[in-house]
T-cell receptor
Framework: EPEVTQTPSHQVTQMGQEVILRCVPI?????FYWYRQILGQKVEFLVS????????KSEIFDDQFSVERPDGSNFTLKIRSTKLEDSAMYFC??????????????FGPGTRLTVT | AQSVTQLDSQVPVFEEAPVELRCNYS??????LFWYVQYPNQGLQLLLK??????LVKGINGFEAEFNKSQTSFHLRKPSVHISDTAEYFC??????????FGKGTRLHILP
């Protein structure tokens, strides 16, 4: 069964550094998402992406964050200058095209980001 | 605005006993409802979903949930739990199948 993959599984970075988290969504999916889960807290929506542009973003997704689908297969989340509070598990998710309405988002295994 | 309330942060239950994990939601529009499970050190896996139709939804691993529109609830149940059900369970809501709003999660702790 196809699945969403994410790399790396764990990223450690110093405060102020840029990080790029990578995701490979399921191949025929057209809607892409990033969520994050700070340790011990609930999963929070960051951003949704469709047709090469952001369709919705949360208040967490400020100017330090950006997303990109550079090559038609990868979907990346960039944090320009990391802060301690960016430490979290980041989940990528993807969903089928609108004509195949199941509304199920398939989640990747996550990337644990640790900012020191 | 949508929100999800999971009333119990932790639920201890003996192995082979039944369990119910409670979830209430609020939304001004029709919603899609989900239960996700997160096993220790793993990602999120969909247990079951309610989109429309029958209010009793069956999912994987013997779980089921009932959508109750008048009580705005979507409680998750299993008649007999196993040690392998130890995990965190998240109730979630989406109004268009787009962004998902998650509850804070309920940790299911199976006692031997």
């Amino acid at each position: 069964e196809p699945e969403v993959t994410q790399t790396p599984s764990h990223q450690v970075t110093q405060m102020g550094q840029e990080v790029i988290l990578r995701c490979v969504p399921i191949s025929n999916h057209l809607y892409f998402y990033w969520y994050r889960q700070i340790l011990g807290q609930k999963v929070e929506f960051l951003v949704s992406f469709y047709n090469n542009e952001i369709s919705e973003k949360s208040e967490i997704f400020d100017d330090q964050f950006s997303v990109e689908r550079p090559d038609g297969s990868n979907f990346t989340l960039k944090i320009r200058s990391t802060k301690l509070e960016d430490s979290a598990m980041y989940f990528c998710a993807s969903r089928k095209p609108s004509g195949q309405q199941t509304y199920e988002q398939y989640f990747g295994p996550g990337t644990r980001l640790t900012v020191t | 605005a949508q929100s999800v309330t999971q009333l119990d942060s932790q639920v201890p239950v003996f192995e082979e006993a039944p369990v119910e994990l409670r979830c209430n939601y609020s939304s001004s529009v029709s919603v899609y409802l989900f239960w996700y499970v997160q096993y220790p050190n793993q990602g999120l896996q969909l247990l079951l979903k309610y989109l429309s139709g029958s209010t009793l939804v069956k999912g994987i691993n013997g779980f089921e949930a009932e959508f109750n529109k008048s009580q705005t609830s979507f409680h998750l149940r299993k008649p007999s739990v196993h040690i392998s059900d130890t995990a965190e369970y998240f109730c979630a809501v989406s109004d268009r199948g787009d962004k998902i709003i998650f509850g804070k999660g309920t940790r299911l702790h199976i006692l031997p």
